[in-house]
Structure formats: C-alpha cells, structure tokens
C-alpha cells in the first residue's frame, strides 16, 4: 500500500476556467497510445505469458545505490519501518516500468513491438524518487500509529481548551461537565469526549483520570540525506 499525506494541503476554490482542449486531446493520444501496444502473449489455454523487462546497464546502476542505501536503512530501523523499506523496493521496480511506458508514450521513443523494450536510467531515477516520497508518506504513517495520544492533533480548540482545563488526577463528570458548559460546550459533547481512552481513564462511576499525553514520535533518517 502507498500512502500520500500532502505536507499543508490546502484545497482551492472552484472556478469557472476551462480546461485547455489541447490537454485532453494530448491524454487521449498518450492512453490510445498505451492501448496499442501488444502486452505478453497467449499460451494454448488463453492465459497471459508475461514478458520480462531488462534494466540498461546505467539504470541498474541508478537501482543498486539506492538499494544499498535502503539496505542499510532496514538493518537499522525497527520492525514495522523494515517491513515498509522491503515493500517501497518492490514498488520501485514497477514504478519504473510504469514510467517507461508512459515516457515511451508520451514521446514516441524507440518500437514497443513485442514489448521488447529496456528499462532506461531515465525511468530509473524518476522511479527512486517516487519510491523516496512514498517513503516518506509512510514514515509518517507509521509515527502517527506509533505515538501516543495528543490532544493537540485530536482535538478541536473548545475541546482542546477544556482539557487543558481540567486538572491533572481524579476528578467527577459533573465537575468536567461545568468546565465544558463554562466554555460553550454541550453536557453530551463533554461525557463523549471523557470515553477517550486516550485523554482519559475511567477510575469507576462518575470518576475519571486525566491521562499525560507523552509524545512518541521519533525523527527518522530521509533516505537521501
């Protein structure tokens, strides 16, 4: 699975510009272009017989030092990173025979016929950086899962402000509840938040605990430095 997390994603408005036509004309051509191309062949049963694809020797130079760092990244990281770095390689083989088709596609190079093409150092290196920002998508995934609880990134700014307000140790739902009410917040909103076993633990009835959210996120190594 690849993961995208945009870094300060911000959505623009609508507007009413039209799409130039020479752009959907250009996809048109390029995916006319794909459909084209003879993929394997049939063997006497009807199935696909898949044709292997050879790197140059310059883009598998390009894969091997990438693949040597990334070795040295999963002798070093924890069980679920190593996991991780072990897919991102497989998913860097294919990224580079996607964007060579797409490259040949776009640009007309070279005779597909037979799909008796090479993996070109060009593709190569569009593939390990693609494979490096997926990379880092999923580091982030995986320190969001391995941290603790933070009520800075779970909460909106009401809720947020009232459990900065409630003090540190027991204390009772009706005092949680005049807290919330004295800033704006619903009885229901305030009980429904206290079931957060990540904010808080339930001592017995009526009576709960705050918790002490600890951070637990670890900065990692980019792949690149």
Known sequence: MLFAWPENFSRPYPNDRELNPQTTTDYAEIIRELHAQT?????SDGAMIPEE????????????????????????ADEDECSMLGKIETYAKRLALVIELLNRACDGS??????????????????VRLA??????????LDFMQAEPDPEDM?????????????????????AVKMGKDLGIAERNVKRMLTNKGLFTRLERGKYCKVVAR??????????D
Do not use: C
């Open 132 to 141: 490096d920002y997926f990379t880092r998508n999923a580091e982030k995934v």
């Open 155 to 175: 909460l909106p700014k009401k809720q947020l402000d009232l459990f900065k307000k409630i003090p540190i140790g027991e204390f009772e739902t009706r005092d």
């Open 39 to 43: 993929v394997g062949s049939m063997d």
């Open 215 to 224: 951070t637990a996120r670890t900065a990692r190594t980019n792949a690149n």
């Open 110 to 127: 070279g005779t597909w016929g037979g799909m008796n093409i090479p993996i070109t150092k060009r593709s190569m290196i569009a593939a």
């Open 53 to 76: 694809l050879e790197m140059t020797d310059e883009a598998k130079d390009v894969f091997s030092a990438w693949q040597k760092v990334l070795i040295d990244r999963q002798n070093d």
